[in-house]
C-alpha cells in the first residue's frame, strides 16, 4: 500500500507563496497541488503545482512526496510519477523560492491506486 492516510484528506497550504509576482504578494494567494483522485498501477499519473489557478512564476524549486515513499526534486511546476503499487497515496509538494521561503501543500484527496 501506498503511505499516507487513506481518508480523504483536506487541501491545505502551511505558508503563502513567495512574494514573486503579483498573484504571489496577495495574502490570500495558495498554492496547490492537483493530481487526478484515480491511478492504475505502472502507468504515468500527472501532478502540477498552481498559485491561485496559474502556473506558478519561474524561479521556485518543487519537492514532490509522491505518497508512496518517493519523491522528487525538480524546477518543473508539472511532472509524471509511476506508482508501483495498489492503494491510496497522499502526494505533498514543497515549493522553495529564491528568497529561500517554502509553500507545503496537499492534494485534496488520495490517489486511489488500482
Do not use: I, K
Amino acid at each position: 500500500m501506498c503511505a499516507g492516510r487513506p481518508a480523504a484528506p483536506r487541501a491545505r497550504s502551511a505558508l503563502h507563496a513567495p512574494a514573486r509576482s503579483a498573484a504571489a504578494t496577495d495574502p490570500s494567494s495558495r498554492a496547490l497541488l492537483n493530481v487526478p483522485t484515480e491511478a492504475q498501477t505502472g502507468g504515468p499519473v500527472r501532478l502540477s503545482a498552481t498559485v491561485d489557478g496559474e502556473q506558478p512564476p519561474g524561479g521556485y524549486r518543487y519537492r514532490r512526496h509522491f505518497g508512496d515513499g518517493t519523491q522528487l526534486e525538480t524546477s518543473e511546476a508539472t511532472t509524471t510519477h509511476v506508482f508501483d503499487r495498489e492503494g491510496p497515496c497522499l502526494p505533498r509538494l514543497v515549493m522553495t523560492g529564491q528568497d529561500g521561503r517554502q509553500v507545503l501543500t496537499e492534494a485534496a484527496e488520495a490517489v486511489t491506486v488500482d
